[in-house]
C-alpha cells in the first residue's frame, strides 16, 4: 500500500529499499537542511504505542545504523553542540494517529502526524534544536515486517539517509544557482 505525506510545501522524494520497504521523505522549504552539521538523538521515554518501547535491540540497531549513516555523510554526533535531533518511531499496527511529539511541523496546516501509516512502519524526524521544529521527515514502509531485520535496518536506515543527503546537495544547488 502506498501512502502520502501531507506536504503541500515539502520536497517529495522518492526511492524503493530492498525487502519492499519503501521510502519517502519530506522537508521544510525554506530551512537551510544544507548547513546542518551535528546531531544528537532524542531522549526520553518511548510512548507506549511505540513498537520500539518493547523491542530495545531493535531500537539499539535502527539508532546505531543511522548513527554510522549519518557520519558516513560527514555529520557528526554532538551530545553538547548539536544543530538537529534525530527522533524515530516505529509501528508494528496500521495507525492513522500519533501522539505529540513535542514539536512542531513547517506546515501547521498539513496534519502531520494523522496520515495513516501501513504497518511496520519506522518515521525518522530531523529538528531544529534552534527551533524545535521538524525539518525533515523519512518514512521507511515495511521495514518492522521485512522477515531479514540485519538486511532490512541498514538498507532502510542507508535509503533514509541519501534521501535527507539529495534533499541537502539540491538545496546547496539551488543556492549556488541564486548566487
Known sequence: ??????????????????????????????FPIQDLKAFRFLG??????????K????????????????????????????????AF????LMRSSWASLGYTSWDTSANVMGEPYQKGTVIVDFVSVRTNQLVWRGVAEGLLESKDRKKAVPDA????????????????KANKEKS
Not at 501531507?6 to 525554506?30: H, I, N, W, Y
Not at 526520553?44 to 518501547?53: F, I, Q, T
Open 44 to 53: 526520553g521515554a518511548r510512548a507506549e504505542n511505540d513498537s520500539l518501547s
Open 55 to 86: 523491542d530495545f535491540p531493535l531500537d539499539r540497531a535502527i539508532r546505531d545504523q543511522l548513527a554510522g549513516e549519518l557520519a558516513a555523510i560527514g555529520l557528526r554526533q554532538d551530545q553538547t553542540d548539536a544543530d538537529f535531533l534525530v
Open 1 to 30: 500500500m502506498l501512502f502520502r505525506l501531507k506536504f503541500p510545501l515539502g520536497v517529495m522524494l522518492l526511492c524503493l529499499t530492498a525487502q519492499s520497504s519503501r521510502v519517502e521523505c519530506a522537508s521544510d522549504p525554506k
Open 89 to 92: 518511531y516505529a509501528k508494528s
Open 157 to 172: 536506515c542507508r535509503k533514509l539517509v541519501q534521501a535527507f543527503q539529495k534533499v541537502a546537495q539540491k538545496q546547496t
